[in-house]
């Protein structure tokens, strides 16, 4: 099992641009989240979903969509980026409110400039 | 709502020295409590969990006692080695809920 994979690892953008992170997980976790991570900031949650077709907003969204339209894949989109998006942003899956360790994708580190 | 508290770093530690990163929290009911760990580049990673009170978890010589009355979940380790040298983030999940909350991490660093 791959676990939770997320592409790509790095990307640099100019203000303005848009662009999609995927996270796909192969454990047939219910549940995934998106946070970005900053110095000084911990781990905030941005948008997360409780299953396949449903997404939900989290405590920092604006700015950012979201899209579950399969279970094991949810997509981080960024319309219009911002410096204030230059981040690191991790993506996670538990299996449910029992089974409730979360599973940690590597990262993907974003600067916008 | 449900918070959690942990001590602020960074915690600079020689090889070998006892360590403990404090953690409180505020949650009704039963929350599992949860420690990850972060290594340099890489993802968090479930260090050890808790889900009932006087619950010991315990991972790599890490250990963390679920205390309700105190509210806390305090990380120690007996010997830490420089492999060690990670942020620590104290976590809890509310009974039936689905969100994590997270602590603000404590960065650890261990000399040799």
């Known amino acids: 099992n791959a676990g939770v994979t997320q592409t790509p690892k790095f990307r640099v953008l100019k203000t303005g641009q848009s662009m999609t992170l995927l996270c796909a997980q192969d454990?047939?976790?219910?549940?995934m989240y998106w946070y970005r991570q900053d110095p000084g900031m911990g781990l905030r949650l941005i948008h997360y979903?409780?299953?396949?077709?449903?997404?939900a907003k989290g405590e920092v969204p604006d700015g950012y969509n979201v899209s579950r339209l399969k279970k094991q894949n949810f997509l981080l989109g960024l319309e219009s980026a911002a410096p204030s998006q230059t981040s690191v942003y991790f993506c996670a899956s538990i299996a449910g409110t029992t089974y409730n360790e979360q599973f940690f994708g590597p990262g993907t580190r974003l600067t916008v400039l | 709502g449900n918070s959690v508290t942990q001590m602020e770093g960074p915690v600079t530690l020689s090889e070998e020295a006892f360590l403990t990163i404090n953690c409180t929290y505020t949650?009704?009911?039963?929350?599992?409590l949860f420690w990850y760990v972060q290594y340099p580049g890489e993802g968090l990673q479930l260090l050890l969990k808790?889900?009932?009170?006087?619950d010991k978890g315990s991972n790599k010589g890490f250990e963390a006692t679920y205390r309700k009355e105190t509210t806390s979940f305090h990380l120690e380790k007996g010997s830490v080695q420089v492999s060690d040298s990670a942020v620590y983030f104290c976590a809890l999940m509310g009974t039936g809920g689905f969100k994590t909350i997270f602590g603000a991490g404590t960065r650890l660093f261990v000399k040799a």
């Open positions: 808790a889900t009932k009170a006087d």
């Open positions: 979903s409780v299953g396949e077709g449903t997404t």
């Open positions: 454990m047939n976790h219910e549940y």
């Open positions: 949650a009704t009911g039963y929350p599992s």
